[in-house]
């Protein structure tokens, strides 16, 4: 069955460092795009980060800039986000997807599947 695997969410202090890992199963979705993307309690789901197939492009929202990094390894079939610097307000639940195809990537509608969730808190 298809399903993406994440794993790497957790606690942290601020200042501090998580690398996310998702890992697609069931499937090899190496000519996709995929995306992170983070839901806060009481929130929309919101874009994080996206990557393009063969790594040939990548794209963040402001507000992680400078501090977040998304990677992948077709070999192993999975995607990563890096996370350094974290701040309290990076604190959510991050979801992994496959993009549906196109040339946007900043909104959930453009993604077709979705993997279950990771929570990461932040602490003051």
């Known amino acids: 069955q298809v399903g993406l695997i994440e794993s790497g969410g957790g606690l942290v202090q601020a200042g501090g460092s998580l690398r996310l890992s998702c890992a697609p199963s069931?499937?090899?979705?190496?000519?996709?795009?995929m995306g992170w993307f983070r839901q806060a309690q009481g929130q929309e789901r919101r874009f994080v980060a996206a990557i393009r197939p063969l790594s040939t492009g990548t794209y963040y929202a402001d507000s992680v800039k400078g501090r977040f990094t998304i990677s992948r390894d077709n070999a192993k079939n999975t995607v990563y986000l890096q996370m350094n610097n974290l701040k309290p307000e990076d604190t959510a639940v991050y979801y992994c997807a496959v993009h549906g195809g196109g040339s946007y990537y900043d909104s959930v509608p453009y993604y077709d599947y979705w993997g279950q969730g990771t929570q990461v808190t932040v602490s003051s």
């Open positions: 069931g499937r090899t979705f190496n000519n996709y795009a």
